[in-house]
């Protein structure tokens, strides 16, 4: 006897056939239990023989005896019998089976779920066991390369693991469909999520798999009603579902593993067949469910993740959302990078009371979409004295954008106006919060510091806002050259948000998670970076963010790592994103990048192509033009135009002092001495002489500058060997091939030194010029 355990969709009855030999589909030697057939004694094995004449008053025994007979009359060797989910079979029918295989008559092979071994001992007991366990993400991602011909993007195999449980039969249905579909494409060499496809490209792959889960289950009005119920919500409150739903339905599903308890919530075990019932189920049936169990779920839709699947069944009925459940769709749907749908649920004229719900969700939704008309109509259309101290914040912010001097001063004094003197002062507090958070996209120091720090500590703020306050100043500490005080501060803003994550926001959210990745990425804690990325882009059920920027970042950060291959993937994907619309302004500063990594594979011409294009698309936010204008130097370095970097960096380090942007002063400072040699050593020395407790890469480069000076070669191989082990291979191959140029006499350097300097250099070498 052989017993096979596997989870659903996997591979284990496909397994069982292929060691009896017989193929796909009905044949007499194989019996797919299902749901409901615990209770009828000796069904499996009348299924497997047809001519047997058993009822419940047979005894094993008498049992055993007639199905011995007829094996001998039908063949002249034991046959291999499959029973498929044994855990739903009925106990007699194993027993007899059992029996059979003991003393040769039959040779059974049995299939389980990981759920259901502790509950078939006697089944276990006598059988050889195979484990097939979930595939894990090396596993996977090799598959995919064999398959495919490309090697996987991270987010490719992600996405497969969480919407598979890393079953083997489901990973191969979805991937073949998904890349006959053209849902994921090879680009660069690398297989990704097709950057043409929308938000939903992640459900529309989930829904490729087709399982008949409500037939697998036994059918019926109770399975059926469970099962549909659950894909609907997404997620049903166990107690409440045990209330109003079949229990005995409920625990054959668990039992099964197709339906799974979630801490007191009930949920799908594979998100695949979940999307995919929910997608497939016909409107009349999503209405006659809404008329019977809407009114009843309550606490089911208050779960989290609930609300943007039950908004969509509100409206398939016909009906108007709730202006509650409203709000909260709409906040997760952000959460989920769904702008679209914000808008529909948000819409004056989808919910109950004919209003805008939630002018945050919907002005955030429109910013990210890029419909400016739309945002000056909405804000226009609102009393800003209605607004709460939450709404106020984006209210000013934009209307600074959108309204001209004189209206927008007007517009301001009826939003902070109010009665009571406590109130007045807080909205006030708003306000100057509005104004600070734009002056952080466009100077930093020690001034603007101060400002924003007392602010945060003043008490005249709501939770949110102090986080928006404590996002400022992490943006505002970056810049000014404080890479780890400033990821202690969106740490802090972390901290506030994530203590209410029911009422969480994309507007809040997002800003603050991408100001700790680049915080991070600043102070070179390059695995911190890596885990915070994963993070913000792991979707709305761990509140982490959108991930609208993650292909942006985690191409910067794979460029910090020296992979130019994932670096490029990503800078290619984060372009095809922003084809129509550029909400973050950062175009111009991927474009650059791009031209500096396509240099590194060595593909000059189409580097000179996209710098041209980069130069086209300068940012009205001042720090991000700097960056656009540093990668735009780095990449006339790579193509060995030196002196076109050596202005560029110049107009960048005025700029950048004169605005207090001390961060950018220090890269452009430390790119011109690796570009010009020492002449250009001052200008370092200069930007890293004032700092105060440097850290991250401030302290790296006041490092090498001091080194520089004093011509320290052993001091400078530290660094690059330092900056190697922290993983920064970018920075470490700066440094060594900086050391090689200044070494240029035979005894600055021991032969080993030497080679090990240009190995750690070679990533980079040929981006480099004679320095002479």
């Known amino acids: 006897m052989l017993v096979i355990v596997g989870p659903l969709g996997g591979s284990r009855n496909r397994l069982a056939a292929d060691v009896a030999g017989v193929p796909e589909g009905p044949v007499w030697t194989r019996h797919v239990a299902r749901l409901g057939e615990d209770d009828l004694r000796f069904f499996a094995v009348q299924q497997l023989l047809t001519g047997l004449h058993l009822d419940h008053t047979d005894t094993v025994h008498t049992a055993e005896a007639e199905v011995r007979q007829i094996l001998r009359g039908l063949v002249e060797v034991a046959p291999v019998l499959i029973i498929a989910n044994a855990d739903l079979c009925d106990p007699e029918s194993i027993e007899v089976l059992i029996r059979l295989s003991a003393t040769g008559d039959i040779r059974l092979i049995a299939t389980l779920t990981p759920e259901t071994v502790s509950e078939q001992q006697r089944l276990l007991s006598v059988a050889e066991v195979i484990d097939i366990p979930p595939l894990d993400r090396p596993t996977i991602s090799e598959l995919l390369r064999l398959r495919f011909g490309a090697a996987p993007h991270p987010t490719v195999v992600e996405l497969l693991v969480e919407r598979t449980e890393g079953s083997y039969g489901v990973i191969r249905e979805v991937s073949d469909a998904a890349f006959d579909s053209g849902m994921i494409v090879p680009v660069e060499g690398v297989l990704v999520v097709n950057p043409a496809g929308s938000a939903a490209t992640a459900d529309r792959l989930a829904g490729l798999w087709a399982p008949p889960v409500v037939e697998r289950l036994g059918g019926g009005d109770a399975v059926s009603d469970v099962i549909h119920l659950t894909a609907l919500l997404g997620e049903l409150d166990l107690e409440e579902a045990r209330r109003h739903l079949d229990d005995d339905t409920i625990d054959g599903a668990l039992r099964h593993g197709t339906l799974r308890t979630l801490g007191a919530g009930l949920a799908f075990t594979s998100r695949a067949e979940s999307t995919f019932v ?47 459940l409203a709000g909260r769709a709409a906040r997760e749907a952000n959460l989920s990078g769904r702008h679209r749908r914000t808008l529909v649920y948000t819409h004056p004229d989808h919910n109950e009371s004919g209003i805008v719900v939630e002018p ?7 910013v990210e979409l890029g419909d400016t008309t739309a945002l000056s109509e909405m804000f226009a259309s609102l009393e800003p004295s209605e607004l709460t101290e939450d709404e106020l914040l984006p209210y000013l912010r934009w209307t600074s954008r959108l309204a001209s001097g004189p209206v927008r001063a007007r517009l301001v004094d009826q939003a902070i106006a109010a009665t009571d003197p406590e109130e007045a002062r807080r909205r006030a507090a708003v306000n100057t919060l509005a104004g600070l958070l734009e002056r952080a996209f466009f100077e930093g120091g020690d001034e603007l510091t101060h400002q924003l720090r007392t602010l945060t500590f003043s008490g005249r703020l709501s939770p949110h806002n102090q986080a928006a306050a404590f996002t400022a100043l992490s943006l505002v500490q970056r810049h000014s050259g404080h890479p780890v005080q400033a990821v202690e501060s969106a740490e802090f803003a972390l901290q506030i948000l994530l203590q209410c994550p029911e009422t969480v926001s994309a507007f809040h959210l997002d800003v603050t998670r991408e100001c700790q990745i680049l915080a991070l990425i600043s102070a070179v804690d390059l695995a911190g970076a890596e885990q915070a990325i994963q993070a913000y882009s792991s979707g709305i059920f761990g509140h982490a963010g959108s991930g609208r920027m993650t292909t942006a970042l985690r191409g910067l950060l794979e460029l910090f790592r020296g992979d130019v291959q994932q670096a490029l993937v990503n800078a290619r994907l984060c372009l095809a994103g922003l084809r129509r619309h550029d909400p973050h302004q950062i175009r111009g500063w991927v474009e650059g990048m ?50 076109e970097a050596l202005v560029i960096l110049a107009g960048v380090m005025d700029e950048a002092r004169e605005r207090g942007l001390r961060l950018s002063e220090i890269d452009a400072a430390v790119l011109s001495v690796q570009i010009g040699g020492p002449p250009h050593l001052p200008m370092l020395l200069q930007a890293v002489d004032g700092l105060v407790d440097p850290s991250g890469t401030p302290a790296i480069w006041q490092r090498f500058a001091w080194a520089a000076r004093d011509y320290d070669i052993p001091a400078l191989a ?3 060997d330092d900056l190697h082990e922290r993983g920064a291979h970018l920075f470490a191959a700066e440094v060594a091939q900086y050391v090689l140029d200044m070494a240029r006499r035979k005894t600055d350097l021991d032969a080993d030194t030497r080679s090990h300097l240009q190995q750690l250099a070679d990533p980079m070498s040929h981006r480099h010029v004679d320095r002479t």
Not at 360 to 366: D, M, S, Y
């Open 594 to 643: 791009l031209a500096q990594i396509l240099v590194q594979v060595e593909r000059p011409d189409e580097a000179r192509e996209m710098l041209e294009i980069s130069t086209s698309h300068p940012a009205d936010r001042v720090q991000h033009d700097l960056e656009r204008r540093i990668t735009q130097a780095c990449a006339h370095d790579a193509l060995a135009e030196p002196e």
């Open 718 to 720: 530290k660094l690059a």
């Open 360 to 366: 945050i969700e919907r002005a955030f939704a429109l």
């Open 278 to 324: 929910q997608r497939t189920m016909p409107r009349e049936r999503q209405i006659e469910l809404f008329d019977r169990f809407a009114g009843v779920l309550t606490s089911s839709l208050e779960r989290p993740g609930v609300a943007l699947h039950a908004a969509d069944w509100w409206r398939t009925a016909g009906r108007l959302l709730p202006v509650e």
